[in-house]
């Protein structure tokens, strides 16, 4: 979000506000993300030996920074 605010002026209002309510509601920007979830399931998966864990975290890691 903070990078389309950079690019994009008139979405610093959509920007301001969402970081507002997430110090507001004690918690980061990103971790109300889709992605956070799926990352953090794909870490127990890992854990428990399944080979695919590891890939899934990369490509939810990948979709965070786009």
């Keep these: 979000m903070r990078d389309e605010a950079i690019r994009r002026p008139a979405y610093r209002v959509v920007y301001t506000h969402a970081l507002t309510v997430a110090h507001m509601e004690g918690r980061l920007i990103a971790d109300d ?4 979830e799926r990352i953090h399931i794909a870490i127990k998966a890992a854990r428990a030996g399944d080979p695919e864990g590891l890939d899934a975290i990369e490509r939810e890691l990948l ?3 786009e």
């Excluded at 993300?33 to 956070?36: E, I, V």
């Design 33 to 36: 993300h889709p992605s956070w």
């Design 63 to 65: 979709r965070l920074q």
